[in-house]
């Protein structure tokens, strides 16, 4: 008789199931990481031609169907060059990141200005404009004789709170000062809030009151506006193999944690140290209400207790009438139904004496049901 020394399908599985699920761990972590990378795209905040939920494209639409021209620049040169073409409003939407001399040639821009949020050069681009605070982000109501704000209505603003000489609106997230106005935040003004409210209509007044707007958005990383060697970001100065490096470190720590890791067995009754009498808690019991002088709390304890104990007793359903039980009992006991009331449902003892009173009285009902 010959005895097959081959390999089992069970034995090869044994053998290579740490390799499979390593395998698969790998796999995951590579599609994963594709997946952040395809989806890291978070949208160029109030950018007119960013149709993301931070962008706002359908802003820039809107005031387009309104024939209002929309130009995206991104250099204080150009903004310059189209404010030569007549009147315009500037806008600064998310934070400038230019330095003090773009900001005061900005400032000398003639026309109507509308400033976003919290700009690095503010009290140059609107210096008769102080910040005073903090507030937080949600639907308000103008609350002012601004007529754009009036027409709006409610709207979503918030963010930095400002004083100035002129119109102060929605809490003082919107003030105006001359030509220039500025909103403590512009989320009202992203494709993502515009439906809300009356967030179109007062971003649509703002802009809307010339024939051509001068949408300032940051230039882009890597234009020679940030600090680095050639005005490179840091991302770009970083080799291209460092972000599969760390991944794969993080790759190989999750595997050595998985090998060596405890594993847990199953759970083990332990027996307890020490045996608690049932006497002894309800001793215990009664001398934290007795520290606390808890008589009500004891005195709805007691009722309790008798009451669960009784009811079976007398023959009747769940959660009965305080009435049907006091008659129920004073037909059972012979007691007086007064008495069975006031002890059953009525007020707190006022001291110790009259807590030892109504436990002794219950008890005596209880014998007394017991007994008929």
């Known amino acids: 008789m010959s005895v097959s020394t081959a390999p089992t399908a069970k034995g090869l599985w044994r053998r290579g199931r740490a390799a499979v699920a390593v395998a698969l761990l790998v796999v995951a972590t590579a599609v994963f990481g594709a997946l952040l990378a395809g989806g890291g795209e978070q949208g160029r905040y109030l950018d007119p031609d960013d149709a993301s939920l931070r962008g706002s494209k359908a802003l820039a639409q809107l005031l387009r169907d309104r024939g209002v021209r929309v130009d995206r620049v991104d250099s204080v040169a150009t903004a310059e060059s189209l404010a030569r073409e007549g009147e315009r409003l500037l806008l600064v939407g998310a934070p400038w990141n230019g330095d003090y001399s773009e900001a005061g040639r900005l400032a000398n821009i003639s026309g ?24 937080r982000l949600r639907s308000r109501e103008p609350g002012c004789r601004l007529p754009a704000a009036r027409a709006a209505g409610s709207a979503y603003l918030g963010g930095r709170t400002f004083e100035a000489d002129g119109e102060s609106c929605y809490a003082g997230s919107l003030v105006t000062a001359g030509t220039v106005t500025v909103l403590g935040s512009g989320e009202f003004m992203t494709n993502l809030r515009l439906a809300e409210d009356g967030n179109a209509a007062l971003a649509l007044n703002l802009l809307g009151s010339r024939k051509a707007v001068t949408w300032l958005v940051p230039p882009p990383v890597g234009s020679g506006e940030l600090p680095g060697p050639g005005g490179r970001s840091i991302q770009e100065l970083m080799p291209d193999n460092v972000p599969w490096a760390v991944l794969m470190a993080v790759v190989a720590v999750a595997v050595v944690a998985l090998w060596q890791g405890r594993r847990l067995g199953p759970v083990v009754a332990e027996r307890l140290p020490v045996v608690v009498r049932a006497a002894e808690t309800v001793e215990g019991r009664g001398r934290l209400y007795r520290a606390r002088r808890a008589r009500t709390q004891a005195a709805e304890a007691l009722r309790g207790g008798a009451l669960d104990r009784l009811t079976p007793r007398l023959g009747l359903g769940a959660q009965p009438r305080a009435d049907e039980v006091v008659a129920a009992l004073a037909v059972r006991t012979g007691l007086e139904a007064g008495h069975l009331g006031t002890a059953l449902y009525g007020a707190p003892p006022a001291d110790d004496a009259g807590l030892v009173a109504l436990a002794g009285y219950l008890d005596e009902i209880e014998r007394q049901v017991r007994e008929h």
């Open 112 to 135: 109507d200005f509308v400033i976003v949020g919290d700009q690095p050069y503010l009290d140059v681009l609107a210096p008769s404009v102080d910040h005073d605070g903090q507030a």
